[in-house]
Structures are given as C-alpha cells and as structure tokens.
C-alpha cells in the first residue's frame, strides 16, 4: 500500500536501529554511565500496538525502554462510565451506537457486548455518521451514539452533531466522553515521581491540534518530544530523532510525521470542535484519577443533542476490581506482565481490567504479541531476547 | 482507537454535503471530506489526493513532498553504516522481515 509499505522496509528499520545504539552508546559515554535506562512515553496507544506488533521494544538497546502512555481512550473510561452506557442501550426505545473498540469493555456489572446479548439494541457502527443514518431511518426510536476518543476522533463527532441540528434530527443523541490530550500531558509531567526523559507525541491527535500546543512541553518541562507516525520505521526514526536531542542536549518539538500533521494542525477540524464542545471542569480517568479541564461536553447550544441532557445518567464511580493493576501499568509503574492477574485471571478473551481489553491496550498487545521468556513470569525482568549483537557495541 | 489508514481520493460524490468516494486498501466507500476543503481547495480540485481517513472523515491530506523528505532522511541514515556492521545485525533480521507481512496499523 503506498505511504505503508515504504515505511516497513526492514533493511532500514536495521540501518536505524544501528544508529539508535550508536546514539545511546555515545550518550552512556558523555555521561560516564547511564544509572537507570532512558524512558520514552509513546503517549498513544496506536504506538503501543505498534511497538508490540512490530517487537519494537526487543529491537532498542537495554538501555532505552518504552513507558506506555493513557493514549488508549477506551482503556481509560471509567467503569461508571460504562455502566452508564450499559444503562442508556437497556432503554427500550434506545438504539445505542459504538465503536466496535467499546463493546467488551467491562462495567462493574456489566459490558456493552453482553448486554446486547441479553437483547439490548447494541449497534456497533464504522463511523458517527453511520449513527446518524440509522437516527435517520428510525424516527421513533432514540439514537444514541457513544463519543469516545481524542482529538482525532472529536471533529468526526462534532461534525455529526452539528449536521443533526441543521437537518433537525432530533432522535440523535451523542453520549460525550471525549478526552484531550494536553491537560492529559500537563498532570503526566507535573507528577511527583516523573522519570520520563522524552515523548513520542500522538501522530493522529495532532492531525488535527498541530504541533505548537506541545512547545511548553519542551520549554517548560524540559523534555523532548517528536511527533511521530505509526509504521515501525516512523516509530524507530522517531526514537532516533528523541535519542538525538539528548545526546545533543536540547528539547525542542520535532515532527517526524510531517506527511500528516501539519504544523498548525486542522483549522476546520478545530473549529467543529470549538463549535459544539466546552471543558468540563473535571473528568474522571481509571488508574489516573480525575484531571482538569481533561474532558469535554456538549455546548448548550446543542443541549438537544445531549444524551447526558435527554436521558437519566447516574455517573456513579467505582473502584477497580482489587486484583487489578491498571492504574499501575497506566501511570508506568510496573510492566504488564508483572500484573498479578496478568495472563491468568487477565487474557483478551476474558478482560478483568480495561488494558486487556483494547488491541492498543499494554497488557493486551503485551499478551499478543512479547516473547516472554520465563524470567518475565517471575516478574523479575524486562523482556528482551538475548544479548546484543557485537557490532552494536561501538568501542569507544 | 485513533486508526488511520491513507487513501485516495477517486471521485466527488455529492460536492454540496462534501462527500467523496475514497479507495482505501483497495475497497471504495464514501467518505466526508469536509475538513480538507475551503473555499481554495473545492472538492472539485481534491481529485487524485491521498488523505488519511479515520471514522468516514478524511482527516488530513497526505503531504507527498514531506513523505519523501521523511524517506530521504531514512536512506541518509542507513548511508552511514560505512564499516558493514549492518550485515552483522542479522538476529535483527526475524523481527524487521515480517514487517510488511503484517496488515494495517492503528
């Protein structure tokens, strides 16, 4: 596939990964000896599904490792949250449209998937417009359609809103729980027990924000970020082009992803959003807590279109189950496979927790595509295979 | 979640509520162009554009010249390998050659 394929050329993806443990070869030197290894956060979940698909991870020197960022938006969704959905699509008059990523998320009771076994009118769609064609051709039902996602799935969304305000559909609803990324960024970075030294910045979010919105990141926290793509190529040239700032001391913004975000982002795209969504005050997170300003919800212009508005909605918040350790691997304390559950109570058939659930949730891509070796069922080591080969070991 | 897949721009299907047909991994469907277009680039003049498409929309229109300034940059690199370490990398080899066996990324 064109713009795909040149992007896995595998001769390359060797000829950077020589240069990556050159790179952190001669920033172990300039330092006279790393004391931890250099943690980069893929904020996204797309680069976690990458990294994992691709064994990205195995392929970096022991020295550089991956911290798996909140990027996965149905990974952080509150179990109440899900209740709540649970509760709109029991509604007789409900048809309640997703995402297909939502349907096995599991509620405190329990998921979208089983509900519409148990005859609920669950409709998974491809895109929001699908919803409203659906709102279109069942006039006396109530449409509702679950907004999930960040700024790359906002525009799509708030789009579908404002055409059902001018074609008065007034059988459509959106269930807003949209995130955004950088107050997302800012709790990240102003949390006590920060260690990152650098970002992969979410290639497709910033599609639609830009670049700029991240410079404070560079300028006030002090580290760097590359904007990156998704291809294996685009992941590892974006750690090069990471490695490289420190290696040359500096923190700036840089896109690796140039073909897709441009720097100022998407002006129309922004403006839908501007148009149809407000900051909520707060909004709650699993594993992460509530973070302001994090969240979005409908504009009272629109209040019509607000499923929030239009139907009773508990927005009840429960803790996860007790085994679970979530909220550990979200805020990059522990690896996925040192999960008690992990693989066990855990499995992508059988989600407990929210990042088993979702193909770019850690311990869901962890669990389909890392080797493990023996030592990670102990939990006592990262999981690498074997040594390094010789020539990567650069002789001062 | 925030999957994006490019594709090309094949023919306007109704300019008014700006929806085009796009070829995406060789399967045709309607997709809204609306945030790709002003009143400089109608739909009209889109024809031929590769975008990348997320949830029916097409989200940004993919940068020719930038892709291949991304992949100039990715030759340089491997230019640099002069001593041919690089054929010593070759445990490397099992996990960068299935890389454009697998399908689409997110």
């Known amino acids: 596939m064109k713009y795909v394929d040149e992007f896995r050329d595998p001769d390359r993806a060797r000829a950077l990964t020589l240069e990556i443990h050159r790179l952190v070869e001669r920033i172990d030197r300039t330092r006279g000896g790393l004391e931890r290894p250099l943690q980069i956060m893929e904020v996204c979940g797309g680069h976690t599904h990458s990294i994992f698909r691709y064994g990205i991870h195995q392929m970096l020197p022991p020295e550089v490792e991956f911290v798996h960022g909140p990027g996965c938006p149905v990974c952080v969704l509150p179990m109440g949250r899900v209740d709540d959905c649970v509760a709109l699509a029991e509604r ?33 769609v491809y895109s929001p417009l699908d919803a409203l064609e659906i709102a279109r051709a069942n006039p006396h039902r109530e449409v509702i359609f679950f907004g999930l996602g ?49 970002f992969l910045g979410p290639g497709h979010v910033s599609m639609v924000i830009g670049t700029r919105v991240y410079r ?122 040192q999960c008690k559950v992990f693989g066990t109570a855990c499995t992508p058939d059988r989600p407990l927790g929210a990042l088993m659930v979702s193909s770019e949730g850690a311990c869901a891509a962890h669990y389909r595509y890392a080797r493990i070796d023996t030592s990670a069922l102990t939990g006592r080591a990262v999981v690498r295979t074997g040594s390094a080969p010789a020539a990567l070991r650069v002789q001062a | 979640m925030c999957l994006g897949i490019p594709g090309q721009i094949i023919a306007i299907h109704d300019a008014v509520n700006n929806l085009a047909l796009v070829e995406v991994s060789g ?80």
């Not at chain 1, 969304?157 to 950088?182: K, P, Y």
């Open chain 1, 216 to 337: 404070f990141i560079a300028e006030q926290y002090r580290r760097p970020i590359t904007v990156a793509g998704f291809e294996p190529l685009d992941v590892l040239h974006s750690v090069f082009m990471v490695l490289r700032q420190i290696a040359e001391g500096r923190c700036e913004v840089e896109n690796q992803y140039a073909r897709i975000v441009p720097e100022d982002g998407n002006a129309q795209a922004l403006s839908a959003i501007q148009q149809v969504f407000e900051p909520r005050e707060f909004f709650e997170w699993r594993g992460l807590g509530s973070i302001e300003h994090s969240g979005v919800r409908i504009r009272d212009t629109f209040a019509a279109f607000d499923a929030e508005r239009k139907f009773p909605v508990a927005n009840l918040q429960f803790s996860d189950p007790q085994a679970c350790q979530c909220g550990e691997v979200l805020k990059g304390l522990i690896k996925p496979h």
């Open chain 1, 150 to 198: 960040f700024e790359t799935t906002m525009p799509s969304t708030a789009m579908t809103v404002l055409q059902a305000h001018a074609g008065h559909i007034e059988n459509f609803s959106l269930f807003c729980n949209h995130i955004t990324i950088i107050p997302t960024l800012k709790a990240i970075l102003d949390s006590p027990d920060l260690r990152l030294d650098g």
């Open chain 2, 27 to 106: 399967v045709r469907r309607l997709i809204n162009i609306a945030f790709i277009v002003d009143e400089e680039l109608p739909p009209a003049a889109c024809v031929g554009d590769w975008v990348l498409v997320h949830v029916g929309f097409a989200m940004s229109r993919l940068d020719e010249a930038e892709a291949m300034h991304t992949l100039a940059l990715l030759r340089e690199l491997g230019e640099m390998d002069e001593a041919g370490e690089l054929d010593e990398l070759d445990d490397l080899r099992s996990a960068t050659d299935t890389f454009s066996a697998t399908g689409s990324t997110p």
């Open chain 1, 92 to 124: 007789p008059e409900v048809i309640f449209t997703t995402f297909g990523d939502a349907m096995r998320v599991p509620g405190s009771r329990t998921s979208l998937l089983k509900a519409k076994a148990d005859g609920a009118d669950v409709r998974m």
